[in-house]
């Protein structure tokens, strides 16, 4: 009787070490949990559409600026003077098809009494459609030139923070280059990296709780799965032939897909940046 | 936590299998014990699974 007492005491012990053996195995390799998850948020890269010196520059580092408030204001002399080339182009174009119109309204007149052809009559028509072309090319291009002026005060597309802000006034911006950042109010959300092993047990709507390595703690749902990541393993060389890495048998890492969450509601309070590290656990009961 | 989680727990369930190893020595139950080294590594994944649940978030 002693013996079978001691067999079983230790057997059971062992039972349930399998048992929990097995819990923590799936609770590593598929629960839905992950401690690479990251803070992100909506990032508008503000370019100038015109080039010049900046003359004033109206926001500050990490500064909330609302929709439409001046960022800052690129050198409007050429701008002006462009509009003034370009307005008094029109008022030239403009008198050229007047003067067109003119003379074709005049040879028209004479040519109910045979005095000249119809070739010449044609060209001259022409000639006034050809004028009115070129008023209505300078009228597009004045509006181009206001269009011009009005860009060089730059402002914000949308209610966020100014990030990062390297620019000062009397640097030169260029056309299309990226001179400020501006983080979108309320558009943070979170990307969790999951191992490939545990993406079956993840989908769309899922309540996922996340913590932040601060402590804090949000509610959120998956928002979207990615459906690809880039094969590091493989490129090409000069031949365009494949290049693939030898691999080592003994040791598989599982790749790490990104998942999307939305944030519910942020608590109040609590102090969020973009790239922040966080932890994901997703619910599994659904 | 800034470190794997695991760090800390290992370690925990360790000394809670040595704990319960010294109190059932000083209570004179392990003669209750068919095979020693099963039950202690039994009992250390068994801590080791419990403290992942409770305290592994």
Redesign the interface.
Known sequence: MGKLLRIGVTLLVVFAAILAGNWIWNHYLHSPWTRDGRIRADVITVAPDVSGWVTRLEVSNNQLVNKGDLLFVIDESRYQAKIAEAGAYLAQKRSAWELAQHQYQRHEGLSGRQTISDENLETYRIQTESAKASYELAQAQLATARIDLQRTRVTAPETGTVSNLSLSEGNYVNQGQPVVSLVQKSSFYVTGYFEETKLQKIHVGQNARVTLMSGGEMQGKVASIAQGIADTSVSSNSQLLPQVQQAVNWVRLAQRIPVDITLDSLPPGLNLSAGMTVSIYLDTDQ | M?FSPLVVLGPLAFLMTMATRWVLHRLNWR?????DA??D??????Y???T??WV??
């Open positions: 800034l003669r209750y014990i068919w095979k099963w039950f590594v039994g009992i250390f994944v068994c080791l699974a419990l992942i649940y592994g978030d």
